[in-house]
């Protein structure tokens, strides 16, 4: 089932999802291309995580189509695991077991049982020194760069970052988006992040899509967005991301 | 195979856990000791009550009935480790792997069996020097296990649909006595009122108490089918549990 060459990494198209009373999804389209970074932004409550659990299969939507990395998510779940990276909001790493030892059984789950990969994951993120302590022990930032070490231990063709930096400090947030910058750029991955740092969606992301009350309100890359504003409104006031999620979303992105 | 192995991998998360923690792994070896000297002492003069019909010792008769009452209240509070676990964030992180579900389970079920098992080697080591005959010790570790993994799949299961502590501890402590209490772990229900023998007929822990006594293929059967369900329903929640999300 699964096409190794895909154009299309992503297509989601009018995802519906209520919880109760709360429409959290209400017809969302996504398409995002093999290889490019895609940042999706929105405020508290937007619908972005119920975005990412639906296209990462760990939910349902009520109506709409999901295929990412070229299976169809809804009839093959499994083959879209296969495929991708999860980076949850929460944290993920099992506190009580060591970095290594998540990342060991993160592999044995997909099936592998080579060691090196986990060695390597361990190195790249700064995490050797302390791999054989427990997680809880662990600073915020690193327990997110264990959390994306563990996401990303099958190599995963796609990645789904569901608010990656957020609660990080500036230096932790500016090494993790060099990783991110890396991934893409070296290991050709595609990546969905959410965020609700506009700095950090104009400087990874080369498609946004910005999202509100369960919508999209507005598409584009980054320059896209800002030209058509400046175009709409001329002033000799520089443009920024702001100004325009303020526009669509009318109102500030961290409630 | 690779459902074993990753149950295997899953489990010995659920080792460390218990290694890592000395006050824990103290209290599981501390705790069949307990009940065997507590429920032996107070026990001891139920076998002298008229039509007991008991012809060894107290202990022959009350050992099998303390394996199978620790048994299912150890396994009542595996659910908790799941209760953390999606609360943590942990689970989300499992089921959007490729892996089987009921390597979950089983994994969590595998840790709760052997320690099970554990504490029914030592409470047979302790009965044995305090001068019982265990006439069928093989039979009382297997249903041991059996009653065990039935119930620790039950409690994973509740776990993973209540999602809080408090259900679990509720539908536990609610559970536990009257499945003890309307068995014959502790008490020969011929002098008990018919009714509650009636009842015991149904109870997973009289099944496993009457076959460790007297080995039983069908209670045992019933035993195995039980933890066999129970471990259907445990990895069912899963998909129940995702679809609430
Ligand atoms: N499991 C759930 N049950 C009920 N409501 C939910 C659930 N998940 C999300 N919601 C609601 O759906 C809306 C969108 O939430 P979410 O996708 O988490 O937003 P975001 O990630 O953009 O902050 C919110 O109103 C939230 O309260
Ligand atoms: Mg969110």
Redesign the interface.
């Known amino acids: 089932m699964t096409r190794t060459v895909f154009e299309k990494a992503i297509e989601a198209v009018g995802l519906v999802k209520r919880y109760g009373e709360v429409q959290a999804l209400d017809g969302v389209d996504l398409e995002v291309e093999a290889g490019t970074v895609f940042g999706l932004l929105g405020p508290n409550g937007a619908g972005k995580s119920t975005t990412v659990r639906i296209l990462t299969t760990l939910s349902r939507p009520d109506a709409g189509t999901v295929c990412v990395a070229g299976v169809d998510a809804l009839r093959d779940p499994v083959g879209v695991r296969r495929a991708i990276g999860v980076v949850a909001q929460k944290h993920s790493a099992d506190p009580d077991a060591t970095a290594r030892e998540n990342l060991v059984l993160q592999a044995e789950l997909y099936g592998l049982r080579d060691r090196s990969r986990v060695d390597e994951l361990l190195e790249r993120f700064g995490l050797q020194d302390a791999a054989d302590r427990q997680a809880k022990t662990y600073s915020g930032g690193m327990m997110r760069r264990l959390d994306v070490a563990i996401g990303l231990i099958h190599t995963p063709k796609v990645l789904f970052l569901d608010e990656p930096t957020t609660g990080l400090d500036p230096e932790a947030r500016a090494d993790l988006w060099a990783e991110i910058e890396r991934l893409a750029r070296e290991e050709r991955m595609t990546i969905l992040l959410t965020t609700h740092y506009l700095e950090e969606a104009d400087r990874l992301a080369s498609q946004i899509a910005i999202v509100d009350r369960g919508r999209i309100v507005a598409r584009g890359t980054p320059d896209e967005l800002k030209a058509e504003l400046r175009a709409e409104a001329p002033s000799d006031e520089p443009v920024s991301l702001n100004d325009v999620y303020l526009k669509h979303a009318g109102r500030a992105v961290a409630a | 195979m690779?459902a074993v192995?990753?149950s295997w991998?899953?489990s010995?998360?659920y080792f460390?856990?218990l290694l890592?923690q000395p006050a824990f792994l103290l209290i599981t070896i501390v705790q069949p000791l307990i009940w065997l000297l507590l429920f032996g002492a107070l026990f001891k003069a139920v076998t002298q009550i008229p039509g007991f019909g008991g012809n060894g010792s107290y202990l022959d008769y009350l050992t099998p009935g303390i394996v199978v009452m620790l048994a299912v209240s150890s396994a009542g509070w595996t659910g908790m480790g799941f209760i953390e676990d999606i609360n943590?964030?942990?689970m989300?992180?499992?089921?959007?792997?490729?892996?089987w579900r009921g390597?979950f389970n089983v994994g969590s079920v595998a840790q709760c069996v052997v320690s099970v098992v554990l504490q029914t080697l030592l409470i047979i080591g302790l009965a044995l020097l305090m001068g019982a005959e265990i006439a069928h010790a093989g039979v009382l570790l297997l249903v041991a296990a059996l009653l065990a993994a039935a119930f620790a799949s039950l409690s994973n299961g509740l776990g993973v649909l209540t999602r809080q502590r408090e259900s679990l501890i509720g539908a536990v402590s609610l559970l536990l006595l009257p499945l003890t209490f309307l068995s014959s772990a502790l008490m020969q229900l011929s002098l008990a009122p018919g009714w509650i023998e009636t009842v015991a007929k149904f109870n997973p822990v009289d099944w496993a108490a009457v076959a460790a006594r007297d080995p039983d293929l069908l209670r045992i059967g019933l035993l195995a089918a039980l933890t066999v369900l129970s471990g259907w329903f445990a990895t069912r929640a899963f998909a129940i549990y995702?679809?609430s999300?």
């Open positions: 690779t192995r990753q991998q899953v010995l998360r460390r856990v890592r943590s964030g942990v989300d992180r499992l089921l959007v792997t490729p892996a390597a995702q679809r999300l």
